[in-house]
């Protein structure tokens, strides 16, 4: 009878073992990928436009203000503006509609950098010729640059010249009656830059 007592020591033996395996749950290699469904597609009229840099050229000088911009600016009412080529310079000049005592008139000139210093030796002579001596320098504008003119005999006349980014700017805001001072020839010079 020994052996029924020892068949079941083992049977219990086993059932213990048995019982102490450790199990394990779901697949031990990976499953296949799962990929969410699509939703509807995508209707690109209602997505924002892609802004392409503007590859146009830039506007003629002469169009960058408009007429009443630069009335506004001179305080005089001017004609429309007129283009000039004077040797390697560009200008466009809007003269007042009423003749007014001195040049009532509003000039830009463009011109290659390197034509600065010439220019410059030019525009300081046209001032001094009309007995405008105040030079100032025009910090924080452009490259190098500054500014000339004055209220002779009551008639403010002033002029400006710029070198910024290889390229000369002068301006010139005069005429008896207008806004013609050092801050309204900075102020637009500053304008002129920003608008190309």
């Given at each position: 009878m020994r052996y029924p007592a020892i068949l079941l020591a083992?049977?219990?033996?086993?059932?213990?073992?048995?019982?102490?395996?450790?199990?394990?749950?779901?697949?031990?290699?990976?499953?296949?990928?799962?990929?969410?469904?699509?939703?509807?597609?995508?209707?690109?009229?209602?997505?924002?436009?892609?802004?392409?840099?503007?590859?146009?050229?830039?506007?003629?000088?002469?169009?960058?203000?408009?007429?009443?911009?630069?009335?506004?600016?001179?305080?005089?009412?001017?004609?429309?503006?007129?283009?000039?080529?004077?040797?390697?310079?560009?200008?466009?000049?809007?003269?007042?509609?009423?003749?007014?005592?001195?040049?009532?008139?509003?000039?830009?000139?463009?011109?290659?950098?390197s034509l600065y210093g010439a220019f410059t030796q030019k525009m300081i002579a046209d001032a001094k010729a009309k007995k405008a001596r105040g030079k100032k320098l025009l910090e924080g504008v452009g490259d190098q640059g500054f500014a000339i003119g004055a209220s002779v005999s009551g008639i403010p006349i002033w002029y400006a010249a710029v070198e910024h980014a290889g390229v000369l700017t002068g301006v010139q805001i005069s005429g008896a009656g207008s806004n013609s001072s050092v801050g309204t020839i900075k102020a637009f010079m500053i304008e002129v830059l920003a608008r190309g």
């Open positions: 083992v049977v219990l033996l086993v059932a213990g073992c048995a019982a102490e395996e450790p199990t394990t749950y779901g697949p031990t290699t990976a499953g296949p990928t799962i990929r969410p469904k699509t939703t509807a597609p995508i209707d690109e009229s209602t997505l924002p436009p892609i802004v392409e840099e503007s590859t146009a050229p830039p506007k003629p000088l002469c169009e960058i203000f408009s007429t009443a911009e630069i009335t506004k600016t001179l305080g005089l009412a001017v004609r429309k503006a007129v283009t000039s080529k004077n040797g390697p310079y560009i200008t466009c000049t809007w003269n007042t509609v009423k003749p007014v005592e001195g040049p009532g008139v509003v000039t830009i000139t463009r011109g290659d950098g």
